[in-house]
């Protein structure tokens, strides 16, 4: 994670209306350097997404979009108001043609493997180790698992089979 999405997790978990101080937030983020950490909080107090109460005091008056990027955040902060709602909508686009991408693709490698599966008993017959086919099979659901790879539980479980 960036420095920046760190420190915008830090900002959005507390509630409207906090307040914030530089040693807290210095504090929670220790592992970022004391200079930018106080950039960020200069860029949202200009973008007035926290106010001064005093030295070294802020309050939260809103939360940052979780799309804000230091890019968009600058358009906005240049009164570019027109880039700035583009940018954060085409972050929202882009998450949704991710997500039906992903989904569409674990469609296809649901059926992929389906179909492959028969296919694999008449391959055995041609090649004896049918190993393209199994190996195509075990690459699709490896990638619809999001589990470590699993070639060698599988070989392993292929053998104790033939057994």
């Known amino acids: 994670m960036t420095a920046w999405g760190k420190f915008r997790d830090f900002i959005n978990s507390k509630e409207i209306g906090y307040t914030l101080t530089k040693k807290d937030i210095q504090g929670k983020?220790?592992?970022l350097n004391p200079s930018t950490i106080g950039g960020y909080v200069s860029l949202i107090r200009q973008a007035k997404f926290i106010?001064?109460?005093?030295?070294?005091t802020y309050k939260l008056v809103e939360h940052l979009p979780e799309s804000l990027t230091m890019g968009s955040l600058s358009a906005l902060l240049r009164g570019d108001n027109l880039t700035y709602v583009?940018?954060?909508?085409?972050?929202?686009?882009?998450?949704i043609?991710?997500?039906?991408f992903i989904h569409e693709r674990m469609y296809v490698l649901e059926r992929l493997i389906e179909d492959l599966k028969p296919l694999i008993a008449?391959?055995?017959?041609?090649?004896?180790?049918?190993?393209?086919?199994?190996q195509l099979a075990?690459?699709?659901m490896w990638e619809r698992s999001k589990t470590p790879n699993p070639t060698r539980k599988w070989l392993k479980e292929h053998q104790e089979r033939k057994v």
């Open 138 to 140: 075990r690459t699709c």
């Open 51 to 56: 106010t001064r109460i005093g030295r070294g």
């Open 97 to 100: 043609l991710k997500s039906q």
């Open 122 to 134: 008449y391959a055995s017959l041609i090649e004896t180790s049918a190993f393209g086919l199994k």
């Open 86 to 95: 583009e940018s954060i909508q085409q972050q929202k686009d882009f998450k």
């Open 29 to 31: 983020l220790a592992s």
